[in-house]
């Protein structure tokens, strides 16, 4: 007699955060990594955070994308992400970026940086 074995479907993978534009920078640190990307058509920049491992087990996972030239920012924090944080956006044309990512107790920051033009296309 043979014995009926239940098919089990794998976990479904999340989809990476798509960001518009071009990646320019990436922070990479001991539990992840923090990518920046830029579209020179909306003047936008984008961040999100991956963790490098525990990818689908709950933890916290950061992400904050901040402008020099008023000090405003964007930031999503859970501690009970499983794959990413973000993306978050920002107009940032005609000023500097600071980036910054942490995935459980380790985090990183990119510095004052990326500072633009006062065109969108002139990044």
């Known amino acids: ?6 098919g089990v479907a794998a976990p479904a993978q999340a989809a990476a955060p798509v960001c518009e534009g071009t990646k320019i ?4 640190f001991a539990t992840g990594y923090t990518y920046l990307y830029y579209s020179s058509a909306t003047g936008r920049n984008c961040a999100y955070t991956v963790p490098k491992s525990g ?4 933890q916290l996972i950061a992400v904050g994308l901040f402008r020099a030239g008023d000090n405003q920012g964007v930031w999503d924090s ?10 978050v956006y920002l107009d940032a ?13 380790t985090s990183a920051s990119s510095g004052w ?11």
């Open 113 to 123: 940086g990326h500072c633009g033009a006062l065109t969108a296309g002139a990044r």
């Open 78 to 87: 859970r501690a009970d992400y499983k794959y990413y944080a973000g993306p």
């Open 55 to 58: 990818t689908g087990t709950p």
């Open 25 to 28: 920078d990436t922070l990479d």
């Open 93 to 105: 044309r005609g000023t500097c970026v600071l980036f910054n990512g942490q995935v459980r107790s």
């Open 1 to 6: 007699m043979a014995a009926a074995v239940a």
